[in-house]
């Protein structure tokens, strides 16, 4: 049988679009795309900065789009680029004074899941989680915003936040805080059938950030609970559908490659 990291290649060049197959050779170091590939994403950053709702243009500025594109960005070797600056000054400007982030009204006609559903007590936690991982990683976790972040993220840890995404913010913390047994407990004490693909992947980039290494229990678990959830075909299914199959089986191999559980040039 094809090894799990070749059947993810094949799958995500069999489904996926010239932007995800683009990605993919960014994860794989492989040679960068034709310009016009990089431009087909960052021709829809908005003027603020962020990226539209659902990365359609014409719609409001996002930050569960504009987080989604800096995760693209990263895969296509972009993060340095003036488009991620932009990306950040936005995240920057919209963070509220308490220390949140939390999704713009602008998106309710859209029908946002529940993860991006503006008002939402989950939503806003998810958010400030994902908004202060990539701004750790553009301006450093000793900004002042990434400090309010973990504040607020702090006093969240206490409210009745669903676990996953609880997990997702004590993580953060470990990046901001250094690890602790109690944030490392928050995450460990999950039972699998509380996570999905996207969650998983999105708790093991953050602790990648953290510095928590591979041979750590936390990331242990997460990885063999991917690697798991990797279907026959070499993909991994999406929370929204699938549709969104390729992007998440791309987060799920990126996060992979960065613990090192495959060699990138395999």
Do not use: C, K
């Not at 993810?8 to 069999?14: G, L, P, T």
């Not at 719609?59 to 504009?66: D, G, K, W």
């Not at 928590?212 to 678990?221: E, I, N, R, Y």
């Amino acid at each position: 049988m094809a090894t799990s990291l070749s059947r993810a290649i094949a799958y995500i060049r069999d489904h996926g679009d010239e932007l995800e197959r683009a990605r993919l050779a960014g994860l794989l170091g492989w040679p960068a795309p034709e310009p016009r590939v990089a431009r087909a994403l960052l021709g829809r950053q908005n003027d603020d900065g962020g990226f539209p709702y659902g990365l359609l243009p014409g719609r409001p500025s996002s930050l569960a789009a504009t987080v989604a594109a800096l995760r693209w960005m990263d895969d296509l070797r972009l993060l340095g680029s003036p488009a991620a600056e932009r990306a950040a000054a936005y995240l920057l400007m919209v963070q509220r004074p308490a220390g949140a982030w939390e999704e713009s009204p602008a998106v309710l006609p859209f029908h946002p899941r529940p993860l991006h559903r503006p008002g939402d007590a989950r939503a806003r936690v998810y958010g400030t989680a994902q908004a202060a991982m990539w701004l750790i990683r553009l301006v450093g976790a000793r900004h002042d915003a990434v400090l309010r972040a973990a504040r607020y993220l702090r006093g969240a840890a206490s409210a009745n936040v669903d676990p996953p995404v609880g997990a997702l913010a004590a993580a953060v913390l470990m990046a901001v805080d250094g690890v602790s047994p109690a944030a490392a407990d928050a995450v460990r004490r999950l039972p699998d059938e509380a996570w999905s693909p996207a969650l998983q992947a999105d708790a093991l980039a953050v602790l990648h950030v953290a510095g928590v290494p591979a041979s750590d229990g936390l990331v242990a678990d997460g990885i063999r609970r991917l690697l798991a959830w990797q279907r026959p075909g070499g993909g991994w299914a999406s929370d929204d559908g699938p549709d969104h199959d390729v992007d998440v089986s791309l987060h799920a191999l990126g996060v992979l490659l960065r613990f090192g559980t495959w060699p990138r040039s395999a």
